[in-house]
């Protein structure tokens, strides 16, 4: 079972940004497509973004042109650039392994949920 470490997170104003880590560890994540979710309080977790092993990217809607998923295998990490952040983007934000349907990923995570990172959006 893959398991992934998230840090990056934090307190930021409304405008503000914020690039979250998800480190692979234990194995090298080249050929695996990950995914971003996050769960507000009070709310279920949704899927925010995912990047195929070829780099093809997914947004759900409320992120696109905000947010930047990238990968960079090297260093074995998935990232996820916030831009432009809004309180409703606060909560914890996890990073999954995610299918893939024809080469694009899709926002259907599979394994354990790790600890995550808190993303806090208010003045």
């Known amino acids: 079972q893959l398991q992934f470490v998230e840090s990056g997170g934090g307190l930021v104003q409304p405008g503000g940004s914020l690039r979250l880590s998800c480190a692979a560890s234990?194995?090298?994540?080249?050929?695996?497509?990950i995914g971003w979710f996050r769960q507000a309080p009070g709310k279920e977790r949704e899927g925010v973004s995912c990047i195929s092993s070829g780099g093809i990217t997914t947004y759900t809607d409320s992120v696109k042109g905000r947010f930047t998923i990238s990968r960079d295998n090297a260093k074995n990490t998935v990232y996820l650039q916030m831009d432009r952040l809004k309180p409703e983007d606060t909560g914890i934000y996890h990073c999954?392994?995610?299918?893939?349907?024809?080469?694009?990923?899709?926002?259907?995570?599979?394994?354990?949920w790790g600890q995550g990172t808190q993303v806090t959006v208010s003045s």
């Open positions: 234990g194995f090298t994540l080249d050929h695996y497509a």
């Open positions: 999954l392994q995610v299918d893939i349907a024809q080469a694009v990923c899709v926002m259907a995570p599979f394994g354990d």
